[in-house]
Structures are given as structure tokens and as C-alpha cells.
């Protein structure tokens, strides 16, 4: 069966009496909290999941769920099923072959990349691996979380291609810190910390330090201080690099220049 990883909406066509309307929902985390977490998938700077490592959930009830999914799941196999991204499902994990809940990340012409909502494993599936799911088993919430950087917008209001490949290359499958900055019903806006050998990055910052984002309208944008004076300090230190280069050209000749100082010219 699937290990727990450590380390919307229901299609109209498919069943009769399913809604569009049904929803998933997610663990319920307030302003302030924080958590270690896995990144699972992201989309862009507003969107991404991740799986805490201290699962919030009933073990006997997931257990009872999984059984009863499994019966439907079986009952339900000659429907033809077409999700949609975004969209809850059930899965046939591949490592074991059991009914497991998931969500829809990609769709390709033949196969569907998805997440499993209570464990945090991704693969690709043939749609034959698909079902559909009723609102009766979204009751209990996923474990995986729906997040997006809290305080921060693409320059342009929306966001780049390179913003959004930057912030995967920093938080794909990467363990993270992450701190909730708002409760929403269906989204937690968060601060994403990634530790390394020698320091924190706050991934927010970073994009901005990289001018790849900017602060939104409603965002803190001094809440962390230490960051708004690094980004000041490097315009400073830039200037008096200046500074002292012209006045050592000036005292010694341009073909005089100390060598040290000679690579603030360029």
C-alpha cells in the first residue's frame, strides 16, 4: 500500500447526481502555524502542494474510507471517466493496484498526472486508472495542502515563465519550512523557508531579490527587515564600489589601478 512520504470539482458527464459544486477540503492550520513540509507540485508562485510530515488525520477512519472507496471504486469501473486539473478522483496506484483518493495536476493526451491526497505520491496513469469520486468520500480532508507565497505578485500581475521555473527549481521535492499568513476556505497564503548548509532562504525574498516578483498591495513588505536592508545594503555597497574606483583612477591613473580594485570597473 501507499507510505505516508517522511521524509474541486466532480465531472457533470460522468455519474448521475454529481455537482460541480463539490469541493475538497484540507487540514485545518491557523495564522501563525508552522510545519515541516514536503513540495509536491507546483504550478506557480500562487499555486503549489505540499504534504506536512505530521499528518493530521484519523488513521482508523482514513482506514474505513479506503475500504469503502475500494467497493465503489470496483462498482463503478465501466464509466468513462475525463477529469479535469484541479479535479479529486480516485487512483489505482500502480504499487499495489488499491483505490486510493487523488487529485488531478496534469493531463496529457494518455496518460493523467496525479497526487494521491493522503500520502503525497505522484505518478502518471492511464485514464483506465481513473474513477470518479463523490462528495461522500471528500468528507474527511485531504492531507495535502494548497498553497500559494504569501505577500508577493508577478511584476506584471501575473507571473513569468521565469519566476515560475525559478521557484521550481527551488521547491520541487525539496522539504521546506513553511508558516501560515492567512486563513482562506480553499488556499493557505504561507511563508516558504528551505534550510541549506549555511543559511535560511526565504523563497518569497528571494524572488524578489532576484526581481522575478514584487510585494503586493496588501503584503508586509518590511515584516522581515533583515531582508528590505540586505536589498538596500547592495545598492550602497554598489555606489561606493563606484565611488572608490573613480577615485583611484583618478589618483593613480586608469593603467595604474591596484589589480584588486581593477574588477570593480566592470
Known amino acids: 500500500h501507499l507510505a505516508f512520504k517522511e521524509d474541486l470539482i466532480l465531472n457533470p458527464n460522468t455519474l448521475p447526481g454529481t455537482s460541480t459544486s463539490v469541493q475538497w477540503t484540507m487540514p485545518t492550520f491557523s495564522i501563525g502555524d508552522t510545519l515541516s513540509a514536503l513540495v509536491l507540485d507546483v504550478v506557480d508562485p500562487g499555486l503549489f502542494y505540499v504534504i506536512p510530515k505530521k499528518m493530521k488525520v484519523d488513521l482508523e477512519k482514513l482506514k474505513k474510507l479506503m475500504i469503502e472507496l ?3 471504486c470496483y462498482a463503478e469501473n465501466d464509466n468513462i471517466f475525463q477529469p479535469k486539473i484541479g479535479e479529486p478522483c480516485c487512483a489505482r496506484f500502480s504499487g499495489d493496484g488499491k483505490w486510493y483518493r487523488a487529485l488531478v495536476l496534469e493531463i496529457n493526451v494518455s496518460e493523467v498526472k496525479v497526487v494521491y491526497a493522503d500520502y503525497g505520491n505522484v505518478e502518471m496513469l492511464p485514464f483506465s486508472r481513473l474513477q470518479p469520486i463523490t462528495a461522500s468520500y471528500l468528507k474527511l480532508p485531504f492531507q495535502i495542502l494548497k498553497c500559494s507565497l504569501a505577500g508577493i505578485m508577478g511584476l506584471d500581475g501575473k507571473w513569468s515563465i ?25 488556499i493557505y497564503p504561507v511563508i516558504v523557508q528551505k534550510k541549506s548548509e549555511n543559511h535560511v532562504m526565504d523563497i518569497a525574498e528571494q524572488l524578489i531579490i532576484e526581481n522575478l516578483a514584487k510585494y503586493s498591495s496588501n503584503g508586509d513588505q518590511c515584516s522581515k527587515t533583515t531582508v528590505c536592508y540586505c536589498i538596500e545594503l547592495k545598492k550602497q555597497v554598489a555606489k561606493l564600489e563606484q565611488i572608490l574606483y573613480f577615485l583611484l583612477k583618478d589618483r593613480f591613473g586608469e593603467d595604474n589601478i591596484p589589480d584588486i580594485i581593477k574588477p570593480l570597473e566592470k
Open 70 to 72: 475500494a467497493d465503489y
Open 162 to 186: 521565469s519566476a515560475i521555473e525559478k521557484l521550481r527549481s527551488l521547491l520541487m521535492n525539496e522539504h521546506v519550512i513553511i508558516t501560515v499568513k492567512e486563513v482562506t476556505q480553499n
